[in-house]
């Protein structure tokens, strides 16, 4: 699995990754579905993980990492339809937008770490 330190000037993608988290915790309010549960519960436990993931990678990047952020990315795309939480349209674009979000951001990293030369193998 590949890996990569980072740099200071390395840091965008994780506080990216921070911020977007953070926004997906505060959309039910934001947004006003804090009163649909399941969407509220949803936002929060999957921006709580994304939080958790990317500050694990603010020192150093893990393949891995990027994949559990794109595998929450996913999962916050298609909960809407899978928690049946669908009739909820601000729930529905929040999850939504933040997921595709994550994922183009995940994505990103893993590209960095497959063409860095300062990326390796552990």
Known sequence: MRTIKNQPEDLFLGIWNLLL?????????????SGEPVAA???????ATVIALALL???QTHAWEEYAIAAAGLWSCAAPWILAFAGTAAGIWAHVGFGVALIVSAGSALWRLRDSPAAYEI
Not at 21 to 33: I, K
Not at 41 to 47: E, M
């Open 21 to 33: 988290g953070a926004g997906l915790a505060v959309a039910p309010w934001y947004f006003d579905f």
């Open 41 to 47: 519960w949803n936002a929060w436990a999957t921006g």
């Open 57 to 59: 990678t603010m020192k």
